[in-house]
């Protein structure tokens, strides 16, 4: 009896189901589509869908801790402009304007580390305001409309290139999926991210230096945002004050979807790689829905309003498996 629970045990892993999501989406949109699987669209599976993925990798140590940052889409619209302004207004080279914008992500970052960390403000409540700061500086920056594009070649060709038969900014996202792995899983301040879900008041107890290590996760989310709002104007070739409009909900949906629980102190980060995975999957089949032959015009035209809807629908379906889950694991343990 138990050797055969011990076999069966990995099919019921979070991991494995997700897999399982992620094949039946594939097969899904391979039906109905034309080319879903062709190179070129799981190219740009990838190419447009890079800077969600870079937004849930940094998120997942925040929300292990049993945060939650709101604020990283208004974040990214924030250094997007801020770029624009240093290549265009200030005539700075775009590699150096892309350092000091990520800089300004981590200032940002430090805002909302200041304000949980130190001053003991619900993460809810900082990063919501923080979320309506940065895009209202944003707009503020730009005059509501104003743009800046026609930035170099060689800087473009980070968000429009190939390197070795992938997206150049894949690259880019493979280096900071490992960084952030090894972080979270082999090393101690990984390690104190949970303990901290688990138990704040544990973990002071324990001698984990709690306020620190909370302030580096939100530090760690604006650095990457804005790293992600460079890649973005890379590949869009204008910074505006909208970009990053409802990267959140993306990145909490595949950090949530991936196992790693909104109350802190369980999740993977192969967890949410595999969450971003089902979600870029699901955006970008229902982008193509124009090319289905099924579905007449009105359907096809309103693929980002489903999108929307169907991402929001596993948000919840996520957050209610949570109970559900736990409720097996426990009748399994006791049996």
Not at 89 to 111: M, N
Request: net charge positive; proline share 3%; hydrophobic share 55%.
């Amino acid at each position: 009896m138990t050797a055969a629970k011990s076999t069966k045990a990995p099919f019921f892993r979070h991991e494995f189901v997700l897999v399982a999501v992620i094949v039946l989406e594939v097969i899904l949109f391979q039906a109905l589509g034309r080319r879903f699987l062709d190179g070129s669209n799981v190219s740009n599976i990838f190419r447009f869908s890079v800077e969600v993925g870079l937004l849930a990798l940094a998120m997942t140590p925040v929300i292990l801790t049993g945060g939650i940052d709101l604020s990283v889409g208004s974040m990214m619209g924030l250094c997007a402009v801020c770029f624009g302004m240093l290549v265009k207004d200030a005539s700075l080279s775009p590699w150096v304007a892309a350092v000091l914008s990520i800089g300004i992500g981590t200032v940002g970052g430090g805002l909302n580390a200041f304000l949980i960390a130190r001053m003991k403000l619900p993460p809810l409540i900082v990063t919501l305001g923080t979320f309506s700061l940065f895009r209202g500086l944003a707009e503020a920056l730009t005059k509501g409309s104003k743009s800046y594009s026609a930035f170099p070649d060689s800087f473009l060709a980070l968000g429009n290139s190939t390197v070795a038969g992938l997206p150049a900014q894949l690259w880019i996202f493979f280096l900071v999926a490992i960084g952030i792995w090894l972080l979270v899983h082999r090393t101690t301040l990984g390690r104190s991210f949970r303990a901290i879900g688990y138990s704040p008041e544990g973990s002071r107890y324990a001698g984990i230096p709690v306020e620190r290590n909370l302030s580096l996760a939100y530090i760690l989310t604006g650095a990457v945002a804005g790293l992600a709002a460079v890649i973005l104007v890379a590949r869009l070739g204008e910074a505006r004050a909208n970009a990053g409009i409802g990267y959140e909900l993306l990145a909490i949906t595949a950090v949530v979807l991936g196992g790693t629980s909104i109350f802190g102190g369980s999740g993977t980060i192969a967890g949410t790689l595999l969450g971003f995975l089902a979600v870029a999957i699901l955006n970008n089949g229902l982008k193509r829905m124009q090319d289905y032959e099924i579905f007449d015009k009105t359907i096809a035209s309103v693929s980002n309003e489903m999108s929307g809807m169907l991402t929001g629908l596993l948000l919840l379906v996520a957050l209610a498996a949570v109970p559900v889950v736990k409720a097996i694991t426990a009748r399994r343990a006791k049996s």
